[in-house]
T-cell receptor, first 110, second 110 residues
Framework: DAGITQSPRYKITETGRQVTLMCHQT?????MFWYRQDLGHGLRLIYY???????DKGEVPDGYVVSRSKTENFPLTLESATRSQTSVYFC?????????FGPGTRLLVL | DQQVKQNSPSLSVQEGRISILNCDYT??????FLWYKKYPAEGPTFLIS?????DKNEDGRFTVFLNKSAKHLSLHIVPSQPGDSAVYFC?????????FGKGTRLHILP
C-alpha cells in the first residue's frame, strides 16, 4: 500500500550505542521530515530534507545525523544515544503545505 | 520562542457538546494554518486547514475560525463524539517547514 512507514516501531537501546530509525515513503514526495514528540514540547523538528542529497537542520538537531540518498528513504541515526533522546520519533513527507506522518517509533534509551 | 501557541494542555467536554480548541500565533506573516489530530500510538493526521484570505472553513463537524487582527484561530467540533478524544495540534507553514504548537489533549466525557 502507498504511504509512509517507519521501522522499527519500538526500540530499546543503551546509552552510547548507535541507533538508526528508518523511514520510507511511496508517494515520491520531495520533502521529508523527522520530528520528536515529548511531553510538554509537542512536535519538534530534528532534520528535514528538500530532495535527495539535500538536508537541513531543524530545531533540535544535536546528536542526530540524517542522510537521503534516495527520494523514498530518510533514515535518522543517533550516533551515540543518550537518555535525553528517549522519545517518540515521527517521520513525515509533504505535498504542498500538508504533511503526512508515519506511525512513529518509540525509542527508549537506558 | 513559540510562534504557534496552544495555551491549554488539556480540555474536557461532554459528549454532544461543542469543543473549542484555541491557538494563537505571533507572526502576522503567517498565511495558512492547519490542524492535526493525533491518537495514541499513531502519527498525526491532517484534519482541516484555513488560508488567511478566509475567516472560516468548515468540514462536517469541524470548523476553523481565523481572527487575523487578534492572531488567533480556533477549532470548533460540534457535536463532540467519543472518537474525537485525541491530541490536536495547531500548525503553520514557515518556508520549507511547519511550526507546530504543543498540542491540546481533548477528552470527550460520556
Amino acid at each position: 500500500d502507498a504511504g509512509i512507514t517507519q521501522s522499527p516501531r519500538y526500540k530499546i537501546t543503551e546509552t552510547g550505542r548507535q541507533v538508526t530509525l528508518m523511514c520510507h515513503q511511496t508517494w515520491s514526495h520531495s520533502y521529508m521530515f523527522w520530528y520528536r514528540q515529548d511531553l510538554g514540547h509537542g512536535l519538534r523538528l530534528i532534520y528535514y530534507s528538500a530532495a535527495a542529497d539535500i538536508t537541513d537542520k531543524g530545531e533540535v538537531p544535536d546528536g542526530y545525523v540524517v542522510s537521503r540518498s534516495k527520494t523514498e528513504n530518510f533514515p535518522l541515526t543517533l550516533e551515540s544515544a543518550t537518555r535525553s533522546q528517549t522519545s517518540v520519533y515521527f517521520c513525515a513527507s509533504s505535498r504542498g503545505r500538508d504533511q503526512y506522518f508515519g506511525p512513529g517509533t518509540r525509542l527508549l534509551v537506558l | 520562542d513559540q510562534q504557534v501557541k496552544q495555551n491549554s494542555p488539556s480540555l474536557s467536554v461532554q459528549e454532544g457538546r461543542i469543543s473549542i480548541l484555541n491557538c494563537d500565533y505571533t507572526n502576522s506573516m503567517f498565511d495558512y494554518f492547519l490542524w492535526y489530530k493525533k491518537y495514541p500510538a499513531e502519527g498525526p493526521t491532517f484534519l482541516i486547514s484555513i488560508s488567511s484570505i478566509k475567516d472560516k472553513n468548515e468540514d462536517g463537524r469541524f470548523t476553523v475560525f481565523l481572527n487575523k487582527s487578534a492572531k488567533h484561530l480556533s477549532l470548533h467540533i460540534v457535536p463532540s463524539q467519543p472518537g474525537d478524544s485525541a491530541v490536536y495540534f495547531c500548525a503553520s507553514p514557515v518556508g520549507d517547514k511547519i511550526i507546530f504548537g504543543k498540542g491540546t489533549r481533548l477528552h470527550i466525557l460520556p
